[in-house]
Structures are given as structure tokens and as C-alpha cells.
């Protein structure tokens, strides 16, 4: 019997089984996923406030690219410089380093059936078992959210930027939640199914990077891993209700409107969702 079985090749459970690879070397466990790759194929940008700065020194490794600063253009206003670090993770290459130093703990091409306490069954028939598993895969079909975005970024050579400008495609939709419950869960599960997102960015790192510092501290059984879950997803649940509001008031693009126009400080606040009562009575009224 395993300690643990993390279903679904999510950044999430890809960042969970590099930290228990680096932390608990001792811990059996392995990772399942339905396709080819791990996380996706996709680039994952966040700003170096989004994570502490002991988080960022084991999240280093996986950076693809770093800038100290990056421009942003609004409409109708000249390109702004705003300050602070902007890292960048290609889904490539993490999927190469995390397989790498995994080893035989990752499967590929393993489609999961059934997820029970106590193990998984495959669609092959074969059953796993382990004293945990964590679901981390992606919603599937219709999301438990009412609305979603999809994000396009194009920038013309002409707009005249001085720094390094990526375009970006986001093709997955993320979720974009007005209101409602906090998740309820009866096994370990992480991700957007469960609300770990930033509410306004739909961003997940800083919420999975969170998980896979804590997960290896934890005690690896179904119910430890449940009931610590449940009140993990009901804290950030709560800390996310300011962020609902601005979704059921505003547009997406009037939000970002509204926050870039703001100064550096309250705009890095705004995305690792650390704003204070001031910073958030100003971008509602202000």
C-alpha cells in the first residue's frame, strides 16, 4: 500500500509531488494522469509578490524566464512601468523536471475510474491502494461556476513598450464566481473544483504553491487530509468574498481597469489577494 496517490497531472499535484520528492523522500506515493504531460500546455506567469520569498527560493528552479519590471497599457493612457518581479513557469518544462526527478512515481496515460479513501481504480480494472489520495484533477465538463473567461493577449511591436512583451493565448476557461457556498468536501480534494483560485485572475499557483508547502508537513491519511482541506478551502473562501463582489459589480475588464490605474503596491496586493481595508474600500469607491 502506498502513503498517497495524487489523481489528475494538475500544477497543483505537480508542484505537491515536487515538494514530497524534496521533503519527505520517504513518503510512497505516486501521481496519475490521463495524458501525456503534466499541467497542461501552457506558461504560467505570476509576480514574485504572489508567493513568499521562501516559496519563491524552491519555485526558482522551475522559472523559465524573470523580469525586474513589466509594462502595461491601458486604454487610451500611455504604457506604464510597473515595478516588481515577473516570473514566468513553462508547462514544458516543468513537466520534464518533475517526471525527471519523479521517476517511476509519475504514470502517464493512466485514466482513473474511481477514487475511493482508500485508492483508486483505473478504467483498466487495476486498483491502487494507499492511505490517502488527493484529487487534483480539472473540472470537467460543465464547471460548478456560472461564469467563465478566457483570457487573449495580443500586443502589437508598434505600441512602443521598452521592455520584453510577450503574446499570450490562454486557451482553458477559469472560473469566475459572483457568489455562493463554501466548497463542501468529504475526501482530499484541491483546485478549481474546490474554489483554490483567485476569484478575479482565476490564477492558481499561489494557492498550489501553498498546498505543496503544507501537504508534506501533514499527517498522510483520508480523514487528517480531509478535515485540514475543509478548513483550508473555507479560509480562502472567505478571503476571496471581496473579489466576488468586484465580479457581480464590474466587468473583468473594468476590475483590471480599475486596479492598474492604481499604485504599485496595491496592484501587487490585488493579485496575491493581501489587500488591506483601505486598499480595498479605495478600488471599490475610489
Not at 172 to 196: E, F, N
Request: charged residues 25%; glycine residues 8%.
Amino acid at each position: 500500500m502506498l502513503d498517497l496517490v495524487l489523481v489528475g497531472g494538475s500544477l497543483t499535484n505537480a508542484l505537491i509531488a515536487w515538494r514530497l520528492l524534496q521533503k519527505r523522500p520517504d513518503v510512497s506515493f505516486m501521481l496519475l494522469e490521463s495524458g501525456s504531460t503534466l499541467s497542461g500546455r501552457q506558461t504560467i506567469w505570476f509576480r514574485g509578490t504572489d508567493v513568499t520569498k521562501a516559496q519563491l527560493e524552491w519555485l526558482w528552479v522551475l522559472c523559465a524566464k524573470s523580469f525586474p519590471s513589466h509594462d502595461m497599457q491601458r486604454k487610451h493612457s500611455e504604457p506604464r512601468r510597473i515595478g516588481g518581479a515577473f516570473h514566468s513557469i513553462d508547462c514544458g518544462d516543468l513537466d520534464s523536471k518533475v517526471r525527471e526527478l519523479a521517476g517511476e512515481r509519475i504514470r502517464l496515460r493512466a485514466e482513473v475510474r474511481e477514487v475511493h479513501d482508500t485508492g483508486v481504480t483505473l478504467a483498466s480494472g487495476e486498483t491502487i491502494e494507499a492511505r490517502a489520495v488527493i484529487d487534483g484533477r480539472d473540472v470537467e465538463g460543465t464547471p460548478p461556476w456560472p461564469h467563465t473567461f478566457h483570457d487573449l493577449f495580443h500586443v502589437e511591436v508598434q505600441q512602443g513598450l521598452e521592455v520584453p512583451v510577450m503574446a499570450l493565448r490562454k486557451a482553458t476557461p477559469r472560473p469566475l464566481p459572483i457568489a455562493g457556498d463554501v466548497p463542501h468536501i468529504s475526501r482530499p480534494i484541491v483546485g478549481t473544483q474546490v474554489g483554490l483560485f483567485h476569484a478575479v485572475t482565476g490564477e492558481v499557483l499561489p494557492m498550489a504553491v501553498d498546498l505543496a508547502e503544507v501537504i508534506p508537513t501533514l499527517e498522510l491519511n483520508s480523514k487528517s487530509l480531509t478535515q485540514w482541506l475543509a478548513g483550508h478551502i473555507e479560509r480562502h473562501w472567505n478571503s476571496q468574498a471581496f473579489y466576488r463582489q468586484l465580479n457581480a459589480r464590474l466587468s473583468r475588464e473594468e476590475v483590471f481597469e480599475k486596479v492598474h490605474a492604481q499604485n504599485d503596491d496595491l496592484i501587487a496586493r490585488f493579485y496575491a489577494g493581501t489587500m488591506t481595508t483601505m486598499q480595498r474600500l479605495k478600488l471599490r469607491f475610489g
